[in-house]
């Protein structure tokens, strides 16, 4: 798959070739037109370009990458630009010759393509912002159950390429789980139309699964064909406290019981990380019991009218109050306390960010290990780092804990080897979720700031067949260098 290359004359060459393809507005040079694609939206990763590009069409698309790989230049993929790893940052990716690479930002690209309320799928271009895709669902009474914090800014294409999770992950799985077709802009720029909106095409190696969680190192995804799920008839949502987690995993096992896969949602958040969201959003107040040491977030759903969602509810957390584990809870008696509910878990991102620097981590552990890696991951940081503050939030009933050590700003100013520190401190998460039978990155990915965790975690052969695969793609390292594996 690799395109033949010749020796780049001058970079501003490039340059004059990407506005002869798809017009001098849509090629940015300027300092201060680049400015908000090469930063992390976090201020945390930064890294320079040579130009950054905004195609409107896959074949412009495809005009740029085959421009990029006759000149030897990177490509690094951009969509809403939310990664919590670097993964979309320009950082890293300069060649070994010297010259910066090129971002290709798809926010041009945001057309719904073709909404099937009958077949339930949809295809949408790459740049399609999630919100978007969720709203097109709505208006034909369907459902798009991939939801994030950072839904009204990132895009369907990342959201492929990191194999975005969220809340919904318990009861319809993650992104991989909903995507049915791709169409990829491989990295010599030709275009593999896989875009087939079918629940079966059992004709040999499933190729779309190399690009869904690829971060953009194999192709460039340029539209997706997703599935849609009949919209929810009736929801129930509480907001339930406890004094430990192990009560909280006994909640989970109750409602896994009684209800199923009506389970919608199921957050942990813990003390430290609601006192975040309380002290930068003043205008969020606690459903009940403010000093509680956990609080989950739990949601049922239904698409029977008649479901009595309310009634399952109170059957389980009566049961849960008369053993003694459950300290209160408040029940969402309107479409507004519902969404104020999840306003508190969608202000997390946003409330650690300004609260200061949270190393975040994003282990997964088997559901039944969630208190013990929980207990010991804290013990393990708190011993070497006791000035820490520890919040949490944890997708619980997939595993999935956003573990997050935090310093103050004032704090993280006076280390002497900033940098350093946040890999150990990282590192001495990640070794206990392995240690339980975890994972390092559930859902946000390898991008820039883990891919010598990668080497370090995972078992050599997967890391050269991982090797193997993507030079078999792209040989010449040019598809987002510095992310997910070494080059």
């Known amino acids: 798959m690799s395109a033949e290359s010749s020796p780049l004359k001058h970079p501003l060459d490039l340059v004059d070739q990407l506005r002869q393809l798809i017009g001098a507005a849509h090629v940015l040079t300027e300092a201060q037109d680049v400015a908000p694609f090469v930063e992390d939206w976090r201020g945390r990763y930064r890294g320079e370009v040579l130009a950054v590009v905004q195609p409107a069409t896959t074949q412009e698309v495809a005009d740029i990458v085959k421009a990029c790989a006759q000149a030897g230049v990177g490509i690094v993929p951009q969509g809403g630009h939310t990664s919590m790893v670097g993964g979309a940052t320009p950082v890293g ?135 849609l799920h009949p919209k929810p008839a009736r929801t129930a949502t509480a907001w339930l406290t406890f004094d430990n987690v192990e009560s909280a995993l006994t909640c989970l096992a109750e409602f896994q019981s009684i209800a199923g896969d009506r389970i919608a949602g199921y957050e942990l958040l813990n003390l430290a990380q609601l006192q975040a969201v309380q002290a930068h959003f003043p205008d969020v107040r606690l459903p009940t019991d403010p000093e509680a040491p956990y609080a989950v977030l739990v949601e049922l759903s239904d698409t029977y009218i008649k479901a009595d969602l309310d009634g399952l509810l109170h059957d389980v957390l009566s049961g849960l109050t008369e053993r003694g584990l459950l300290r209160d809870a408040a029940l969402a008696a309107s479409e507004t306390q519902r969404a104020a509910f999840w306003h508190i878990r969608h202000s997390i991102s946003e409330s650690n960010r300004k609260a200061g620097m949270g190393l975040s981590t994003d282990v997964a552990v088997p559901v039944k290990s969630l208190a013990v890696f929980i207990d010991q991951a804290s013990r393990a940081v708190q011993a070497r780092w006791p000035e820490l503050v520890i919040v949490l939030a944890a997708h619980m009933g997939d595993g999935n804990v956003h573990f997050i050590p935090r310093f103050s700003f004032e704090q993280w100013a006076r280390l002497p080897n900033a940098a350093a520190t946040a890999d150990a401190v990282r590192a001495t998460v990640h070794d206990v979720a392995v240690a339980l039978g975890g994972t390092f990155s559930a859902e946000h990915g390898v991008g820039h700031v883990l891919v010598d965790e990668l080497v370090r975690l995972r078992a050599p052969l997967e890391i050269e067949l991982m090797q193997r695969i993507r030079a078999s793609f792209d040989p010449q390292g040019l598809m987002n260098p510095g992310k997910l594996l070494r080059r």
């Open 93 to 227: 990716a300069r060649r070994d010759n010297g010259t910066a690479p090129v971002v290709v930002a798809l926010r041009r690209m945001n057309r719904i393509r073709e909404v099937d309320a009958v077949g339930n799928t949809l295809i949408a271009e790459a740049g399609c912002v999630l919100q978007t895709l969720q709203e097109a669902a709505d208006a034909r009474n369907r459902l798009y159950p991939v939801t994030l914090g950072a839904e009204g800014s990132c895009q369907i294409g990342g959201n492929v390429s990191t194999n975005a999770g969220g809340t919904g992950v318990l009861k319809y799985g993650n992104t991989r789980e909903q995507v049915l077709g791709l169409e990829v802009v491989l990295p010599d720029g030709r275009i593999w139309d896989g875009l087939r909106a079918l629940r079966k095409d059992n004709t040999g190696y499933n190729l779309k699964h190399l690009f869904i969680g690829g971060e953009g190192t194999l192709g460039l995804v340029t539209a997706v064909a997703v599935r």
